[in-house]
């Protein structure tokens, strides 16, 4: 499991990421994410919304309450115009990063 600090940094460009790609509710937010990284990163609730309330503070995301699938109403959050733009600055300077960091282990040895 990677270090607290590195889950918190990420959660905002993966936020922004997964709701690129479509509105969401939290539960499925949580299960991409464990998805997407073989069960690498597990997100909790109490970490998860504190940080979509954040984003819609900024105006990064809105919410609505639906009825899901069970009939159950769930909260689902999509990205505003403003949000669209923040998941591509987001994405352009973790490219950075990663580029970076490729750069300098392709040069070090484990």
Do not use: F
Request: aromatic share 8%; hydrophobic share 40%.
């Amino acid at each position: 499991m990677p270090a607290r600090e590195l889950i918190a940094a990420t959660t905002r460009p993966l936020l922004l990421g997964l709701l690129a790609g479509g509105e969401s509710y939290g539960y499925a937010l949580i299960q991409r994410v464990k998805e997407l990284s073989g069960g690498k990163l597990e997100w909790t609730e109490g970490m998860l919304y504190p940080v979509l309330h954040r984003l819609e503070a900024e105006g990064l995301i809105e919410a609505e309450w639906k009825d899901g699938d069970s009939g159950r109403k769930r909260k689902y959050y999509r990205l505003t115009r403003l949000g669209k733009k923040a998941a591509q600055h987001e994405r352009a300077q973790w490219l950075s990063v990663h580029e970076t960091l490729d750069a300098l282990w392709n040069l070090t040895p484990a």
